[in-house]
T-cell receptor
Framework: SAVISQKPSRDICQRGTSLTIQCQVDSQVTMMFWYRQQPGQSLTLIATANQGSEATYESGFVIDKFPISRPNLTFSTLTVSNMSPEDSSIYLC???????????FGPGTRLTVL | AQSVTQPDIHITVSEGASLELRCNYSYGATPYLFWYVQSPGQGLQLLLKYFSGDTLVQGIKGFEAEFKRSQSSFNLRKPSVHWSDAAEYFCAVGAREYGNKLVFGAGTILRVKS
């Protein structure tokens, strides 16, 4: 399985600012995913990021709020824009494995917005 | 719509006792099924997966799960729980017809008492 790292591991931010989260994979992968895990909740898919194309966003998530970059096959960023306390969550990236919807996850970024 | 139900929000078992975590799904396609574990402050680790074939699958850390199509279930089991198994467990479902996306259940928090 791929080794995935995320930066930062945690951050505390002020309302109205933006934070960019980085996801680095140790091997080339076609599909990467960004999830949000709100406190005490399960994972919700934000978007799917393929290299060389625009990210595909799930219902309820928009590019202006969560812009995503995918400059190459080992790296992606998610920006949380104009943050409010409701954006306080763990943000996780994952990559598709080689078989059948399998995904491997990074350690997550714990974001607190004051 | 696709959905995954984990009926138990919290489960407490004694160390050394057996464990069963329930997962039911509703999918209009042949499902691919996964169990992930999330320890406090960590990302998600894949415990096991089912794609096809033998309906009893073995995973890491001594876990197993059984796919029962007639009951739309994929319950996770362990014969003897260790204190280090205390974590949150997520069932997830995907299908080829829905691309590479996964839908996650709400999670079950496992507490182990000594």
């Amino acid at each position: 399985s791929a080794v995935i790292s995320q930066k930062p591991s945690r951050d505390i931010c002020q309302r109205g600012t933006s934070l960019t989260i980085q996801c680095q994979v140790d091997s080339q992968v076609t599909m990467m995913f960004w999830y949000r895990q709100q406190p005490g909740q399960s994972l919700t898919l934000i978007a799917t990021a393929n290299q060389g194309s625009e990210a595909t966003y799930e219902s309820g998530f928009v590019i202006d709020k969560f812009p995503i970059s995918r400059p190459n096959l080992t790296f992606s960023t998610l920006t949380v824009s104009n943050m409010s306390p409701e954006d306080s969550s763990i943000y996780l990236c994952s990559v598709a494995g080689t078989t059948y919807n399998e995904q491997f996850f990074g350690p997550g970024t714990r974001l607190t917005v004051l | 719509a696709q959905s995954v139900t984990q009926p138990d929000i919290h489960i407490t078992v004694s160390e050394g006792a057996s464990l069963e975590l329930r997962c039911n799904y509703s999918y209009g396609a042949t499902p691919y099924l996964f169990w992930y574990v999330q320890s406090p402050g960590q990302g998600l680790q894949l415990l096991l997966k089912y794609f096809s074939g033998d309906t009893l699958v073995q995973g890491i850390k001594g876990f197993e799960a059984e796919f029962k199509r007639s009951q739309s279930s994929f319950n996770l089991r362990k014969p003897s729980v260790h204190w280090s198994d205390a974590a949150e467990y997520f069932c997830a479902v995907g299908a080829r017809e829905y691309g590479n996306k996964l839908v996650f259940g709400a999670g079950t928090i496992l507490r182990v008492k000594s």
